[in-house]
């Protein structure tokens, strides 16, 4: 799994079909963040490759996030069959004919990402029906249907900024794909448009390359896309990374955590090493992702302030009950 900003979405489309396991073995080995399955049913694209079925067989594989790209023309019909298989995300095309607006709602109510995907010849507006049920954009650099085939680099840049808007509506979360035609020749200029996932597939299986080697340059070149395309030169803050922005008890860290989350941003509570309270616990840290930092700290600085000043009220008043206990030890 990647340190960087960029993450890595590897498409087993163009490994030997007869031996997907070992596909997803190897991609996993090398490093890949996420498995991206191209389902194509012969009718939508020009192409026929596995379903549903094939998926769930693959799911006890690997735990890696399975992405299912549906290039398929009814995903509405099958949609069922693919968030049992296990897919942690599932996008589906916006250029189907069948209605769109359930099929991303059942996806979103089975609590997985649902995405919408761009041929390249369709204009970023097409989504706004959709905007808010979305929490990936992915945008087709080739035609869908085969891989193998030449990055459109005009497309990206005519997307990439417009499918970051899709997003607006969202404090945090929602992620720019790009899928076709990337390896080392195109890595750095898609991470100077800025997207989140890069997918990769033909480039990871060339014969005689070594993959691992493949997966860290890529996110490296796209990650240093991003730093010199787009973060006048700054180092990207990695994306798993998490920052502290409180330390307090933890009933006062729970409460704090839910009106965070409220607006749509992960939380994570672990067990610090501030200050001992009167009823012998340690204060807990509040930790969320580094990289909505500052937008968190703006939004809830008086509420943090707020119950900062309670939690001191309440180790007040334990120790004017004399309610002291001694500091619990570390577990
Ligand atoms: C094409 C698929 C892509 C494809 C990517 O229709 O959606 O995911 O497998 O493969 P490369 O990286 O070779 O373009
Ligand atoms: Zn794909």
Request: aromatic content about 6%.
């Amino acid at each position: 799994m990647g340190t960087g900003r960029a993450r890595i979405a590897a498409s087993i489309l163009d490994s030997d079909l007869g031996n997907l396991g070992n596909a997803i073995r190897r991609v996993q080995a090398a490093g890949a963040d996420r498995i991206h399955l191209d389902v194509m049913d012969a009718h939508f694209v020009p192409n026929l490759t596995f379903g549903a079925k094939t998926i769930k067989a693959l799911r006890r594989r690997t735990r890696l996030a399975f992405d299912a790209h549906l290039m398929i023309s009814e995903p509405g019909r099958y949609i069922d069959q693919y968030l049992d298989a296990g897919c942690d995300s599932v996008t589906i095309h916006v250029e189907i004919e069948e209605p769109i607006e359930p099929t991303l709602r059942a996806i979103k109510a089975a609590g997985r990402a649902a995405g919408l995907s761009l041929r390249p010849g369709t204009p970023i507006s097409a989504l706004e029906p959709y905007a808010t049920l979305l929490d990936i954009v992915m945008i087709m650099t080739v035609e869908p249907g085969f891989g193998g085939q030449s990055f459109m680099a005009d497309v990206l840049k005519a997307k990439a900024f417009a499918a970051r808007g899709v997003f607006a509506h969202k404090a945090y979360g929602g992620e720019v794909h790009v899928d076709g035609g990337i390896n080392r020749e195109s890595a750095e200029f898609a991470g100077a448009q800025g997207v989140d996932v890069v997918v990769v597939g033909s480039a990871l299986f060339v014969r005689g390359r070594d993959m691992g080697r493949e997966v860290r340059l890529i996110r490296a070149l796209v990650d240093e896309g991003y730093q010199y395309g787009l973060n006048d030169g700054i180092p990207p803050i990695p994306r798993d990374k998490m920052v502290r922005i409180a330390g307090l008890p933890l009933s006062f860290a729970k409460r704090f955590s839910r009106d965070i989350e409220a607006g749509g941003i992960p939380v994570v509570i672990l067990r610090g090493d501030g200050q001992i309270n009167p009823d012998g616990v340690r204060d807990y840290d509040v930790l969320v992702p580094a990289t909505v930092e500052a937008d968190v700290v703006s939004r809830h600085a008086p509420r943090r302030d707020q119950l900062l000043e309670e939690a001191e009220a309440w180790r007040r008043d334990l120790i004017a009950r004399g309610e002291v206990a001694p500091p619990r030890p570390e577990l």
